[in-house]
């Protein structure tokens, strides 16, 4: 039944209203956030908590090594919900250095669905092949391919239809690419303001 769970949410609920009477009333308002994070399902990556937003201020999508399949109906549909309805003004896709996805992709451990799920990352690292065997160190090779892939997912962010149709349309969008330090805490900017809304 997972009682330490229910019992800390208890808790938690309690400390929220003992701190601000009326947090849980302005949770019930319709969200307005400004942001869609498109980030990696790892536990030690909330977008909310390395942010330092509450909940409400951000829209989140994550999955496996925070990757954008134009396939991927679950993606797809957050981003337009996001776009179209949200009116999000600044789309971030964030990686993490130590991603246990982009290493698994390098070292072809998983199998089955995660094996396919994973192949876009193979693919990229196939295309920038003389520029990561250039790096020794393993670890730096996997962090390089971690900025690598949160490159090509934010350009496939600015390239899915939602986002091109919001730009026709004149929407103020912006997408950013970053990458999380589990070291330290750090965000480091990949890509910033990305946009093609006529500029």
Known sequence: MLEHLLQQNKDWAKRQVERDPAYFDRLV????PEYLW????????????ITDLPPGEVFVHRNIANLVHHADI??????????????VRHIIVCG????????????????????????????????NRDELEAIEDDDKRF??????TVEVQAGRVLESPIVRDAFERGQELHVHGWAYRLTDGGIRVI?????????
């Open 96 to 127: 993490h250095y130590g991603c246990g996805g982009i290493r698994a992709a390098m070292q072809r451990s998983p199998s089955g669905l995660v094996d396919h799920w994973l192949q876009p990352i193979r693919d990229i690292a196939r295309l």
């Open 38 to 49: 498109i980030g990696c399902a790892d536990s030690r990556v909330p977008a909310n908590v």
């Open 143 to 148: 962090d390089r391919l971690c900025e690598l």
């Open 74 to 87: 679950n993606c797809q549909s957050v981003l337009q919900f996001a776009v179209d309805v949200l009116k």
């Open 29 to 32: 308002d319709q969200q307005t």
């Open 191 to 199: 890509a910033d303001n990305m946009k093609r809304n006529g500029g």
